[in-house]
């Protein structure tokens, strides 16, 4: 089966669906509420991305684009598909001069910018301000990176990565004086500064925070795992072990783990 025949099925799966006949939970729904289904379904597909299981990939790709279409369903008297794709099209030839026009960029950060001034043109209001347009609901780490990314973009960050380093120092030792003091309330916003910049630091050596604390998470967990089972095959109940116990399975785990 071809591209354009599965989307052809998937779009008169979606028309039975929302049919006289079909699903009556699916003809209840509206954009809105569809909206935490997408949500959910889009980080489901973003951890089988970081899994690499492609058959995973495959399944919650498609639930993906099966929520997308669904509402592009509910728009249809608004809207079309082809309309979307126009538009879209459109909109990424303007934004890639580089690519479609012949135009020359010195540097990466000259493109970026460029790429920012392109976006405001398309935009009705003028006088919107560049962070306009970053969603506030999205998660912390990830909302700190797009909102340090865009301050880059149009010039309003640290003149290099060791400023941002000199920063984060300032930071750290602000959270520690707000400690010292016990002021938990100037301490949890010191810490959130500090967060803050260390996302921009690692943005700055092209990590994206959001995506290392993941893996570092996962990472944590598979090692959980394993210990519990080299102590279960081993006739140990690994939570009523001491620390020093633990540790060790915590390195026996750590030194076979490549």
Request: charged share 30%.
């Amino acid at each position: 089966m071809n591209q354009e025949h599965g989307i052809e099925k998937i779009m008169s799966v979606i028309k039975r669906l929302l049919g006289p006949e079909g699903c009556p939970w699916d003809r209840e729904q509206t954009p809105d509420s569809l909206c935490d289904y997408l949500i959910e379904e889009t980080f489901e597909l973003v951890s089988a991305i970081h899994s690499q299981n492609i058959p995973e990939i495959v399944e919650e790709m498609g639930d993906v684009f099966f929520l997308l279409l669904f509402i592009s369903s509910l728009y249809e008297k608004e809207f079309t598909l082809n309309e979307v794709w126009m538009n879209n099209s459109a909109k990424m030839i303007s934004r890639h001069p580089h690519v479609f026009d012949g135009e020359h960029f010195a540097t990466r950060e000259d493109l970026l910018r460029n790429w920012e001034k392109a976006k405001k043109r398309e935009k009705a209001d003028k006088s919107l301000s560049p962070f306009d347009s970053i969603p506030r609901n999205l998660p912390p780490l990830l909302l700190a990176y797009r909102i340090n990314s865009k301050a880059a973009r149009t010039g309003f960050t640290w003149s290099d990565v060791q400023a941002v380093e000199k920063k984060l120092k300032e930071e750290w030792q602000e959270f520690l004086e707000a400690r010292s003091m016990n002021d938990e309330k100037m301490a949890e916003k010191e810490f959130g500064d500090y967060l803050f910049t260390l996302v921009e630091f690692g943005r700055r050596n092209r990590i994206k925070a959001n995506t290392a604390l993941s893996m570092a998470n996962s990472k944590f967990l598979d090692r959980v795992s394993q210990m519990e089972n080299l102590a279960l095959a081993r006739g140990l109940d690994i939570w009523n072990l001491d620390m020093e116990e633990m540790d060790a399975l915590w390195e026996e785990v750590k030194s076979t783990k490549h």
